[in-house]
């Protein structure tokens, strides 16, 4: 129903900023909350960041608040991390993910639909 691509990870120096990118095809996202987690090799998937349909309400984990900014365009079917002030601790995959309704919380298993996910590591 909804098909999620993440682009835009890579290798990054500590300090150094990326900007994520999920682009949706199959439905407009216009009506979905959106959220990015991100999930290290040996861990489950953890919270980063959400936004609501409309893009009026974010929240952020704790871990990257004043250094990540999650973003959307609707009429663009996009949704954005951007990814400031990066730290070792930020490497992981991350995943965008998509849940029709006005927001999305902080549990993964409240989303319906992923990106395969992206890369981001982070060298010191």
């Known amino acids: 129903q909804v098909q999620l691509v993440e682009s835009g990870g890579g290798l990054v120096q500590a300090g150094g900023s990326l900007r994520l990118s999920c682009a949706a095809s199959?439905?407009?996202?216009?009506?979905?909350?959106m959220g990015w987690f991100r999930q290290s090799p040996g861990t489950e998937r953890e919270f980063v960041a959400r936004?609501?349909?409309?893009?009026?309400?974010?929240y952020y984990a704790d871990s990257v608040k004043g250094r990540f900014t999650i973003s959307r365009d609707n009429a663009k079917n996009t949704v954005y991390l951007q990814m400031n002030s990066l730290k070792p601790e930020d490497t992981a995959v991350y995943y965008c993910?998509?849940?029709?309704?006005?927001?999305?919380?902080?549990?993964?298993?409240?989303?319906?639909?992923w990106g395969q996910g992206t890369q981001v590591t982070v060298s010191s």
């Open positions: 993910a998509a849940v029709r309704g006005v927001a999305g919380g902080g549990n993964p298993n409240e989303y319906d639909y």
């Open positions: 199959g439905r407009t996202l216009s009506y979905y909350a």
């Open positions: 936004i609501s349909w409309s893009g009026g309400s974010t």
